[in-house]
């Protein structure tokens, strides 16, 4: 079965400390991976897919075929990345799978 | 000049009333979402539209249905509105079934309270 899981539904650092958001997923198929992030009461946001590679607001993830992870990683949280990430897996047909989400909590 | 927009923002409705929520994009996309997000802030897809024609109809009551006048809208009309149907609604659209590798755009979402 096609699924996404992110095992912290909370994740509480203090500001200038590195910090991971786990996403492992599970997909026969070569995955095409995201990551979004929802600030409070906000919409959703594309934060970074895995193709580009790309680091966005300092935040970089690696897809990881051996382990089927794609971990959010920071080495420095900033107060302004409180937010809920959800990890995201598409589907041939479109359809993104969203992750249960995790709420990063950065704390002064 | 918002990409994917919602209305209403907020709806607060008795139950046993009927209510729909609407959704246009101007990006130009071909396919459309509906997703909704509980309490736990769970993410689930409802439906999606590509080109005006149905592709994804995940097990949603039948109280719930969308429409689709043209490739820009999707509207979601809900019947009979229970207590369990209070979450947020967020439209989304992608450029098309496959290329979706920028990702989906979202609307704001529409925070719907029944009571």
């Known amino acids: 079965a096609q699924r996404v899981t992110q095992p912290e539904k909370l994740l509480s650092v203090f500001k200038g400390a590195p910090v991971e958001l786990k996403c492992n997923y599970s997909?026969?198929?070569?995955?095409?991976l995201f990551w979004y992030v929802q600030y409070s009461r906000q919409r959703l946001q594309l934060l970074l897919r895995?193709?580009s590679r790309e680091s966005i607001k300092g935040f970089t993830a690696d897809l990881n075929k051996g382990e089927t992870s794609f971990h959010l990683k920071k080495p420095f949280a900033q107060e302004e990345d409180s937010a809920m990430y959800y990890c995201?897996?598409?589907?041939?047909?479109?359809?993104?799978?969203f992750g249960q989400g995790t709420e990063l909590s950065v704390k002064p | 000049d918002t990409a994917v927009s919602q209305t209403p923002k907020y709806l607060v409705t008795q139950m046993g009333n009927d209510k729909s929520i609407k959704c246009e994009q101007n990006?130009?996309?071909?396919?459309m979402y509906w997703y909704k997000q509980d309490s736990k802030k769970f993410l689930k897809i409802m439906f999606s539209?590509?080109?005006?024609?149905?592709?994804i109809n995940e097990t949603v009551p039948n109280r719930f249905s969308p429409k689709s006048p043209d490739k820009a809208h999707l509207n979601l009309h809900i019947n009979s509105l229970e207590l369990g149907d209070s979450a947020v609604y967020f439209c989304?659209?992608?450029?098309?079934?496959?290329?979706?590798?920028?990702?989906?755009?979202f609307g704001s979402g529409t925070r719907l309270t029944v009571v």
């Open positions: 989304a659209s992608s450029q098309d079934l496959e290329t979706v590798r920028s990702g989906y755009t």
């Open positions: 997909y026969s198929g070569s995955p095409e």
């Open positions: 895995h193709i």
């Open positions: 995201a897996l598409k589907r041939k047909g479109g359809k993104l799978i």
């Open positions: 990006l130009g996309h071909d396919t």
């Open positions: 539209y590509n080109n005006k024609e149905l592709i």
